[in-house]
């Protein structure tokens, strides 16, 4: 089987190529360092030539109001391209909770994207998953200063990135689900309960302070980015990454 994998270069991408060519699959990685510009088209015609099924793991550069069009745009391309090359399966990678949290730009634009795919013309799968363990750094860092991390007691059940790309892997490999597959980390925090655990693992002795307000996660209320019952449930433990 050939997937063109665009992203395939990324966090994710890099290993869902790994994780394809070790199973006997022709995966190709695809990306702007490889001259496909899923944004302008370019390229995107050659990546899908003869591609059984597509994996776009492209991300807005931006979180702000500028997403909306990067996904409007990149999917109208990608289906556009995948149709004309007979590609039978399309995959793309969202977020648990993404329409539950309508006042955070970037998820209405993840959502979006996750729309433009069920309208089209190409059979997909939509693979959602939590936050993950790789981006818990930069989480940290949008509300710290140096003596103290301002987190919200927002609800994450965050997943490791190999087992993202693992999920992803697994679903281009099968028929188009037409629907949507949740995957999650096995464990439930609180944001802030999360930041104190990083803090403490790496020997950084700044106060994790919990205030609801501070952070891009303050705005999910609830267990909106907890994963419900159906979801695939991962086996890496957040300590247990941390570790490594």
């Known amino acids: 089987m050939k997937i063109a994998v665009i992203g395939g270069t ?7 190529v790994k994780i ?20 302008s088209g370019q390229g995107l015609r050659d990546a899908l030539a003869g591609a059984d099924v597509v994996v776009n793991l492209t991300n807005s550069p931006t979180f702000d109001e500028a997403s909306l069009g990067f996904f409007h745009e990149t999917m109208d391309n990608l289906l556009t391209a995948a ?38 013309p190409v059979p997909y799968s939509i693979v959602r998953a939590t936050q993950f363990f790789e981006f818990i750094d930069a989480v940290l860092t949008e509300t710290a200063d140096e003596t103290t991390v301002r987190l919200p007691a927002t ?6 990135a190999v087992d993202v790309a693992q999920a992803v892997a697994d679903v281009g490999l099968g028929a188009p689900l037409q629907g949507t597959r949740n995957i999650a980390g096995p464990e439930v925090f609180a944001l802030d309960e999360l930041g104190r655990i990083t803090l403490a693992a790496r020997g950084d002795h700044r106060v994790v302070v919990t205030d ?33």
């Not at 990324?10 to 869902?16: D, E, F, H, K, T």
């Not at 070790?22 to 360092?33: D, I, K, R």
């Not at 909770?97 to 309508?102: E, F, K, R, Y």
């Not at 609800?155 to 490791?160: D, F, K, N, R, S």
């Open 10 to 16: 990324g966090l994710i991408g890099s290993q869902v």
């Open 20 to 39: 394809l060519t070790a199973s006997g699959q022709e995966a190709v990685p695809h990306s702007l360092s490889t001259g496909v510009d899923l944004l």
């Open 83 to 120: 149709e004309a090359a007979g590609v039978g399966h399309a995959v793309i990678l969202s977020i648990v909770g993404a329409d539950q949290v309508p006042s955070l730009v970037y998820y209405r634009a993840k959502v979006l994207q996750e729309d433009i795919l069920k309208a089209g």
């Open 155 to 160: 609800l994450v059940q965050p997943i490791a």
């Open 212 to 244: 609801n307000s501070a952070g891009m996660l303050a705005a999910a209320s609830g267990d909106v980015l907890i994963a419900k019952e159906g979801a695939v449930i991962a086996k890496t433990a957040y300590r247990e990454w941390l570790t490594r």
